[in-house]
């Protein structure tokens, strides 16, 4: 790089930090996640609002690098997801989280992949991989953001409450699912390419990390967590990454992978937090790289495809979660409140919905409409739940059977108790 690139990039991540910081604490301010100011700080850098000097302030000769940056910061950010989700997983116990978990993503995957088909039988789209895109779109539609969901009941002291265990183990699972998912999509659109015998390669690959990374990782690492066991776990993390990118699938499942198969030990128990915190400093790249390539066109085509969208995603979350919550013999009350969480959406989506422009699934806009449905069933969260406990009687749920009871909410923790700020 040029000494005149090197400036510009410094410039542009010194105004994207310092900008995504302020925009994150407005919306906290706001009673929103942070994500969702970081997520506005790029469209307000990209072409939506500023036009053709989007390109000025961050030039295309940049975007390259701050997109590296911002991979490596998802690439941690879903390794520390993989050493929570043990945790996360065990919570609300038995059968109940798994069929919620299949009940919610059901729904919004049939309708959204029945928006595919006719998305591609009135010629709107015409995707190299018409069943890629058909399936692409029924997983995007069904995805729940667990670390959104995360910091929302965090935030508002709902986590500790039985409902919210059973909304994290929901979301946990619902996650693992819609990471599945993504990645036979994957496989199938490379299998289109003509690499089927690469991503075959995944499945030794996931024997080799059980078999023997895990047991070597629990002779090896020390008794207590340290900088030292942080790096090495990491860089194990980004190796991994690497492998499953070279393979044909994301590096996300791989560094996802590594933080599953990493053993729940002492020197381990306390690093998802350390490993959040870290990859915080730097996801705020990633949603600048993703909100630039957002066009928010105000055409009547753009606007009518948001709404369907919107719709789209918004009744198959809801009613396939508050269906799959009754059937589980919960009551009406508590079904309604796992449905609205059920709906909250944000980085996972932006992952989703970011892989899917980078392999050619979905065009730019749809890719746009996509994100700010993302954003705006994000935004609800918080006011529905208000809604949802006002119309129960009170604010937060702490019993999942019968009758829910509530209990005053106490004032939310500040955001530097938690290191799951997205």
């Known amino acids: 790089m040029t000494s005149h690139q090197i400036a510009f990039l410094l410039l542009d991540l010194a105004l994207v930090l310092s900008g995504c910081a302020l925009l994150g604490a407005l919306a906290t301010r706001m009673g929103q996640p942070a994500v969702m100011g970081e997520i506005l700080g790029g469209i307000l850098l990209g072409p939506t609002v500023l036009g053709p000097w989007s390109h000025t302030v961050v030039p295309d000769e940049i975007r390259p690098p701050l997109t590296g940056i911002g991979n490596v910061g998802v690439a941690l950010f879903m390794f ?33 992949s029945l928006l595919g088909v006719v998305l591609v039988a009135m010629h709107y789209r015409h995707p190299p991989d018409p069943m890629g895109f058909v399936l692409f779109l029924g997983i995007a539609m069904s995805v729940t953001a667990f670390p959104v969901l995360s910091r929302i009941l965090t935030d508002r002291q709902i986590a500790g409450t039985e409902v919210g265990m059973l909304a994290m183990a929901v979301a946990a699972v619902g996650d693992v699912l819609a990471w599945s998912g993504l990645a036979g999509v994957i496989a199938l659109v490379g299998r289109s390419s003509g690499v089927p015998w690469l991503v075959a390669l995944v499945v030794p690959f996931v024997f080799f990390l059980v078999r023997v990374v895990q047991p070597t990782l629990r002779r090896l690492l020390p008794a207590g967590s340290s900088t030292t066991t942080l790096a090495y776990l990491s860089g194990g993390a980004l190796a991994c990454g690497a492998v499953t990118e070279l393979l044909g699938l994301h590096f996300i499942f791989g560094a996802f992978l590594f933080g599953l198969i990493t053993p729940r030990i002492p020197a381990t128990e306390r690093l998802a937090e350390k490993v959040f915190g870290f990859s915080r400093l730097l996801l705020p790249t990633y949603f600048v790289v993703a909100g630039l390539q957002v066009n928010l066109g105000l055409t009547s085509s753009a606007l009518g495809l948001l709404a369907v969208i919107v719709l789209v995603a918004v009744v198959g979350k809801v009613a396939g979660t508050y269906g799959a919550a009754r059937m589980s013999k919960l009551s009406p009350g508590t079904s309604a409140l796992l449905a609205v969480l059920m709906n909250t959406r944000g980085l996972t989506e932006l992952i989703v919905l970011t892989t899917g422009l980078r392999l050619g699934l979905i065009d730019q806009e749809l890719y746009s409409a996509m994100v700010v449905m993302a954003l705006l069933t994000t935004a609800a969260t918080g006011p529905l739940l208000t809604l949802c406990g006002r119309r129960l009687g009170a604010s937060t749920p702490t019993t999942v059977t019968g009758t829910p009871r509530f209990d005053p909410v106490p004032a939310p923790q500040h955001a530097e108790e938690k290191g799951l700020h997205t």
């Open 80 to 112: 520390g997801l993989g050493l929570e989700f043990h945790r996360s997983a065990l919570r609300g116990g038995g059968r109940r989280p798994a069929g919620i978990a299949i009940g919610s993503m059901l729904l919004p995957f049939v309708l959204g």
